[in-house]
T-cell receptor, first 119, second 111 residues
């Protein structure tokens, strides 16, 4: 079946512009996660959704970052007034439940990521 | 102090060697633990969940020590294809469920 898809795969933008990144999770997965990964670094948790709700927004780096999820499916991550330090790969993942238990229902399946470059 | 810490490596080992990675976590509210694998310029993929009693999957063994707040991954009979970055993952109950990835340990298996 179809995995997690993200678009665009690459985005080059100028400093100060807004960008919107899209994630299509696996059909039926209730939990959706956004991370970012800078070159040679680990994954930085940004936000996760349980259905359309985001219980934990503490990972968003600043108020320039926002995310929404509609219909329990597609999610968009918006970065306003982009800065050079926003350059990274933005990864989206989904899992069947996301309850936090160590079970196969909480395996996170990752999309290929969007590589964002801010000039 | 990072919430999840791993030795970044790299670990350079010959084929057939046994190698072990450790990971420590600081949040005592951590509930679930996983090891993910990430190949170069690829997305992470689940290697195995880590259960309280420890668990084994083929050449891979994972252990959890809640008292000392660390988890480990043991790889026996290393293969060239095991070369990757191994990510320690912790899910903590912070009111919601926050997933925290370690920075990863790089492994190179040489012929």
């Amino acid at each position: 079946g179809a995995g997690v898809s993200q678009s665009p795969s690459n985005k080059v933008t100028e400093k100060g512009k807004d960008v919107e990144l899209r994630c299509d999770p696996i059909s039926g997965h209730t939990a959706l996660y956004w991370y970012r990964q800078s070159l040679g670094q680990g994954l930085e948790f940004l936000i996760y959704f349980q259905g359309n709700s985001a219980p934990d927004k503490s990972g968003l780096p600043s108020d320039r970052f926002s995310a929404e999820r509609t219909g329990g499916s597609v999610s968009t991550l918006t970065i306003q007034r982009t800065q050079q330090e926003d350059s990274a790969v933005y990864l989206c993942a989904s899992s069947p439940r996301g309850s936090g238990r160590a079970s196969s229902y909480n395996e996170q399946f990752f999309g290929p990521g969007t590589r964002l470059t801010v000039l | 102090r990072k919430e999840v810490e791993q030795d970044p490596g790299p670990f350079n080992v010959p084929e057939g060697a046994t190698v072990a990675f450790n990971c420590t976590y600081s949040n005592s509210a951590s509930q679930s633990f996983f090891w993910y694998r990430q190949d170069c310029r690829k997305e992470p993929k689940l290697l195995m969940s880590v259960y309280s009693s420890g668990n084994e999957d083929g050449r891979f063994t994972a252990q959890l020590n809640r008292a000392s707040q660390y988890i480990s991954l043991l790889i026996r009979d290393s293969k060239l294809s095991d070369s990757a970055t191994y990510l320690c993952v912790v899910i903590a109950n912070t009111g919601g469920f926050k997933t925290i990835f370690g920075a990863g340990t790089r492994l190179f298996v040489k012929a």
